[in-house]
């Protein structure tokens, strides 16, 4: 049934169409891509991948020679049923015993053995892989994905991060000793072609499957550029058809020295398309970027908070511009009939174009307090005659913003969560009179905890104020149910030398 020429092809094709996970990792890291949604798809794409090596590695044992084994099916099926039941008891004892293993070793506070215990793990499971036929490499990948679902995955990551620069040179340590010197010498021509062949393929692959899911240009290229390698569980691949017989030693090592070819090149090759890559240009097709603008108020963001600013403005025919780098938003906005411009306002020159140096007011209404800060820092210092308002994101960058001399700032959320606690009270049946005074109180003290931080520099210095804060600030406390006698003195000789102490109409 199965050809030796076909199953060459087969492991060779599927091994290579594996990316390595830690060189685009790394590759996202140095770039700080691995939190956006474009990394995140990456990332997914590669756990997947790593997890498919569990059935490939199944399909080696059953495309194994059987001659001259008279039980050789019923031994491909009882490797086949050990690892399965290997990485399924492996799953099972991770997910319901690692929690209560790190609770108890948590409690004896000491980061050495919690470090030693995570290693353990990763050891434990890498050996139970070797010992069922399997690699210790998805041993130590499912070890991996099991402490990333520990409650204590934190201070895992935290305790082995000092060893993550060290564990990764190891890595790519080992990777360059699979690399046979003596077999690339004497096929350097058929590896050197197999290395462009893979990678120009594979990224044109995943090039064409990125634009059919929807990614733009640009998405899709860079993702082809970046995955376009051959992955380290394509060695595990490799090894595991030599050992069963699939395909010969020297066809390993060809084969290997591909993968680690390709994935010493991706860097380069990175590094190339960087230097020569297209820069992004947004489409402004129907947009008009801000030029030669005026206005009474320049408004800098025209998002959810920027709408609902907008109104009061407008209701009293005050001459607002408004600019907004988002191009959606602006194509959203005309078709609810307003007018906003293309422009950064983080950028001098657009704020000069958006009739900065003329507006009266400037209010900075963007979602991204990074942004914002350096709208203010350029307003402060080349607008100083325009009155600068600004929405703040939380309370320290509320602090900031007064530090940095803003007329006016308000956090984003504070009023909406007042008339929300104002509405529950009312809902719970307190008069609206009363829920009413209660917000307007919780609106003072806040005020005052603000100034008391912004004079001492410490988010700390009026936790105090906070109702129900363990430091203070809530009403005393009442007892549930109410005492069942009244109180009555037990040492009634000391009652008159106490009030002659206090003295009349103490209480």
């Known amino acids: 049934l199965f050809g030796f020429p076909w199953q060459v092809a087969f492991i060779g ?44 590695l199944a399909l080696v044992a059953f495309m194994a020679p059987s001659a001259g084994h008279v039980d050789g099916e019923g031994s491909r099926w009882m490797s086949v049923a050990v690892g399965a039941g290997a990485v399924v008891g492996l799953v099972l004892v991770g997910r319901f015993l690692l929690n209560p293993l790190f609770r108890l070793l948590a ?13 353990l793990v990763v050891l434990g499971s890498a050996l139970l892989m070797q010992l069922s036929g399997l690699s210790m490499a998805m041993g130590a990948f499912l070890a991996g994905v099991l402490l990333s679902e520990s409650t204590f995955r934190h201070q895992i990551e935290a305790d082995i991060e000092p060893f993550r620069g060290i564990l990764l040179g190891l890595f790519f340590l080992s990777v360059g000793m699979a690399l046979d010197l003596s ?71 060809n084969f290997t020295a591909v993968v680690v070819l390709s994935m010493a090149l991706t860097p380069l090759v990175v590094l190339v398309y960087r230097r020569f890559a297209p820069t992004p240009v947004v489409s402004l097709d129907g947009v008009e970027e801000a030029d030669g603008l005026s206005g009474s108020v320049l408004l800098i963001g025209f998002g959810r908070f920027g709408q609902v600013a907008s109104q009061s403005l407008l209701a009293r025919d005050v001459d607002v511009t408004i600019i907004d780098n988002d191009v959606d938003m602006i194509h959203n906005a005309e078709r609810f009939g307003f007018k906003i411009y293309y422009g950064d306002g983080t950028r001098l020159d657009v704020l000069h174009a958006s009739g900065a140096a003329s507006a009266r007011a400037i209010a900075v209404c963007v979602n991204d307090p990074a942004m914002s800060d350096r709208i203010v820092e350029l307003v402060a210092h080349e607008f100083p005659q325009a009155r600068l308002l600004v929405r703040a994101f939380d309370r320290e960058h509320s602090l900031r913003l007064i530090h940095a001399g803003v007329d006016y700032q308000v956090r984003e959320t ?44 410490d988010l700390r210095a009026g936790a105090h104020m906070v109702f129900g804060s363990a430091l203070g600030g809530g009403p005393t406390p009442t007892p549930f149910t109410a005492p069942k006698r009244e109180s009555r003195t037990l040492n009634p000789d000391a009652v008159p030398h106490a009030e002659q102490e206090a003295g009349p109409g103490t209480p």
């Open 107 to 119: 409690a004896a506070r000491a980061r050495e053995v919690m470090t030693a215990a995570a290693l």
């Open 13 to 56: 094709a599927t091994g290579f169409v594996l990316t390595s996970t830690a060189v685009v990792m790394q590759l996202l890291a140095e770039r700080g891509d691995i939190a956006l949604p474009s990394g995140q798809k990456i990332v997914s794409i590669l756990l997947f991948e790593d997890l498919l090596i569990v059935p490939l």
């Open 183 to 253: 077999v690339v010498t004497s096929n350097w021509q058929v590896i050197l072609g197999l290395v462009v062949a893979l990678m120009a393929a594979k990224a044109l692959c995943i090039y064409l499957v990125a634009r059919v899911l929807g990614s733009d240009h640009a998405q899709a290229l860079d993702r082809g550029v970046l995955m376009a390698q051959g992955g380290e569980f394509a060695f595990v691949l490799f090894a595991a058809a030599a050992s069963a017989g699939v395909i010969d030693m020297q066809l390993n090592a």
């Open 414 to 457: 504070f009023e909406s969560a007042l008339l929300f606690g104002q509405a529950a009270l009312v809902e719970l049946g307190v008069d609206e009179d009363d829920a009413r005074e209660i917000a307007a109180q919780v609106r003072e003290r806040d005020a005052e905890r603000f100034e008391l931080e912004l004079a001492g520099g």
